[in-house]
């Protein structure tokens, strides 16, 4: 997708959200391997153009549910980098009290619905946010964020069904990083187009967009968004996207070759092709790349700071914010 339809300081902030969410999951990583973070930890490293892109075509009234690969999308909604990082290593500043650790955070202020740990089980879930705006009548959208390995779950279908019988704005957001949690599309999706037209039966149109180029995110995206918004009813934003790392911290990823994910990062990074529209395109200096990059890691580092320093869940925490 062209840079030609954004400007300089759009482009800026483009690169600025992308290095924020890249360097915080490599900090993430970093803090599990040390001893920090416990549990299962799923990175979004590769993926960051799908949020990020989209978040510049969202509105204060929408609302956001995604799976278990949660954190980037909490930190570019806005939640503090602090909360965030304090919630991963199980601390009581975190956003979900300590309680939801990297699973499942949640920030209704900024209409975040989770991080939810069963694969797929968001999805019915986005579609009643989406009831939930066309009864209140707010003029918001749900964004349901789902993977490739839970477009093969029935609940998925079922929820498509109610979203188009009713025409509800939900914006079905397909982050397909190709290998679900370890068996690639090819060997899980039936039909010749895989994933690609799974509305099908239901209406529901289908957009296949480059998951790893921001601006192609954010063009393709926004006309099909305001068409919701307009309603007309659900639409899947099919993501190609690609996760560098295992499924989770702790799947070494042996299902590919090292030779694939290089080549995906040495064509395909999204936080590469932004800072080359900069510097080749925009001809900004490598200083003001440099400036950024640096604002970047004194946030994430205060970050982990704070997540470390901060004090655990007292004792009588358990029984708090549960349903007795």
Partial sequence: ???????????????????????????????????????????????????????HNMQSQDSVITSY??????????????????????????????????MHMYSKEHRFYGGNGIVGAQVPIGVGLGLSHKYKKDGGVSFTFYGDGAANQGQVYEAFNMASLWKLPVVFVLENNRYALGTSESRAAAGKNGLKNRGDPFGIETILIDGMDVFDVIVKSKKAIERVRGGEGPVILHMDTYRYRGHSISDPATYRTREEVENVKKTRDPVSRVKNELIKNFAIPETDITEIDSEVADIVNAAAEFAIKSEVPEAAALERDVAL
């Fill in 69 to 102: 690969r949660d954190h980037v999308h909490m930190i570019t909604l806005g939640v503090s980098p602090n909360a965030v990082m304090a919630e991963l290593c199980g601390k009581a500043a975190g956003c979900s009290k300590g309680k939801g650790g990297s």
């Fill in 1 to 55: 997708m062209t840079f030609k339809e954004f400007d300089l300081e759009t482009v800026k902030k483009l690169y600025r959200q992308l290095k924020l969410a890249r360097v915080f999951e490599e900090r993430v990583g970093a803090l599990y391997t040390q001893g920090h973070i416990y549990g299962f930890c799923h990175l979004y490293i590769g993926q960051e153009a799908v949020i990020v892109g989209l978040s």
